[in-house]
């Protein structure tokens, strides 16, 4: 009897950057294009490939790289 081969990989996460935020717990950030990041529980989460966010998040003196994955 023939054995079927799964040829389905499981699909991977995308990779996502996470920040820290040192003052607030909550709020909104405003990157140059109008577009909305929140903080939540202290934290903001973007994709890695997101050259926008990940610029302005670096660049935010009140955020700390936290993990990158």
Do not use: C, F, N
């Amino acid at each position: 009897m023939a054995t079927k081969k799964t040829t389905d990989a499981e699909p991977e996460a995308p990779a996502t950057v996470t920040y820290q935020d040192t003052v607030y717990d909550r709020r909104p950030l405003y990157l140059a294009s109008g577009r909305e990041l929140q903080v939540i529980r202290g934290q903001i989460t973007v994709p890695a490939d997101d050259a926008e966010a990940v610029e302005y998040l670096t660049d935010h003196a009140e955020l700390q790289l936290q993990q990158a994955g």
